[in-house]
């Protein structure tokens, strides 16, 4: 079993930054993929990037593209998630997830953290 908590949520005006946390305990968690999703409020959860168990590869929606990092430090223990020229339409409840796959795909991950809030003001 994978625990995953997730921190660094906040309000901050477009254009500014924000960094997602996502600390993960349990058995092996070096051996899982890791992935960032979002849900905005009328809407369903959506991948925001995701990286391998090894670190070496990462993906992200497009809307993020250029803008956004996912990296995970040299342990493989915590997921950071670093949000440039944050928009509004970047709003949602973020969450940390882990999965056995490297995917886009909510159904590949098995474990999730509880969420944090990203609001982005104009």
Not at 6 to 35: F, I, K, N, P, W
Not at 42 to 50: D, L, M, P, T, W
Not at 74 to 93: G, H, I, R, W
């Amino acid at each position: 079993h994978v625990q995953l908590v997730e921190s660094g949520g906040g309000l901050v005006q477009t254009g500014h930054s924000l960094r997602l946390s996502c600390a993960a305990s349990g058995r092996t968690c070096s051996d899982y993929g890791m992935a960032w999703f979002r849900q905005a409020p009328g809407k369903e959860r959506q991948i925001v990037a995701a990286i391998t168990s090894s670190g070496s590869n990462t993906i992200y929606a497009d809307s993020v593209k250029g803008r956004f990092a996912i990296s995970r430090d040299n342990a493989m223990t915590t997921v950071y998630l670093q949000m440039n020229s944050l928009k509004p339409e970047d709003t949602a409840v973020y969450y940390c997830a882990a999965g056995l796959l490297f995917s886009t795909s909510r159904g590949s991950y098995k474990y999730w953290g509880a969420g944090t809030q990203v609001t982005v003001t104009v």
